[in-house]
């Protein structure tokens, strides 16, 4: 098949998912979120990578936004927030994570593939992404792709539009978001 015939399938299957993706519980979180004092972003792999993305943007808002591993990143409160993208919701060191966290005092928030899981359970806001994941050994009639790759997209396409909703809630636009970003690159 073509690139453009993959692209094509590939932008189905994110409407088809991110379409059923719970509006209330994505609005739970964007009201968490303004809340919080200090926010924390973490996940494993590709799916991590999405996560630190989705923090790039947090602060692009103004928001105190670190990602988990960080140097500079500082300890956590119960005043602060731990957001984390982990398809399975089994990787042990992000439910790990999660346990201290809610240890701490601080609310745990998930999206993933499997609300039922580890780190589902620790989590106060779960929103359910309807993705295969990395070890179903094909995706069936949900994805061609392979292993997590349709949940990490929907993943960036989730907080992208999370963004748009904080920056309504903030009074942000692309101008205010763009003079908070890094000027030594
Ligand atoms: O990097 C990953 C892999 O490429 C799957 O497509 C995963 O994101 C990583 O292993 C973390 O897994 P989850 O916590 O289940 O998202």
């Known amino acids: 098949m073509q690139m453009t015939s993959y692209t094509e399938s590939i932008m189905n299957e994110l409407q088809r ?3 059923r ?20 972003v973490a996940g494993a792999g590709r799916s991590g990578l999405m996560m630190r993305a989705f923090a790039m943007r ?3 808002i103004g928001l105190r936004a670190y990602v988990v591993g960080e140097t500079v990143t500082p300890g956590l409160t119960a005043q602060d927030l731990l ?5 399975s919701g089994e990787t042990k060191s992000l ?11 601080a609310p745990v928030a998930l999206a993933t593939i499997v609300p039922e899981s580890t780190i589902g359970r620790l989590s106060e806001i779960v929103i359910r992404v309807p993705a295969a994941t990395k070890e179903t ?18 993943l960036l396409l ?28």
Not at 21 to 40: M, N
Not at 95 to 105: F, I, L, P, R, S
Not at 158 to 185: C, K, P, V, Y
């Open 158 to 185: 989730l907080f992208d539009a999370l963004i748009l909703q904080l920056m309504d809630l903030t009074g942000n636009n692309t101008s205010t978001m763009f003079g908070r970003h890094a000027n030594l690159e």
């Open 21 to 40: 993706i719970d509006d209330q519980s994505v609005g739970l979180l964007a009201g968490r979120i303004v809340q919080a004092d200090q926010i924390f």
């Open 137 to 154: 050994a094909d995706g069936g009639a949900t994805t061609i792709q392979p292993m997590g790759s349709l949940f990490e997209q929907s």
């Open 95 to 105: 439910a790990v994570m999660a346990e201290k966290a809610a240890k701490a005092g």
């Open 83 to 87: 957001i984390i993208g982990s398809g």
């Open 17 to 19: 998912t991110v379409a």
């Open 58 to 60: 947090l602060m692009h």
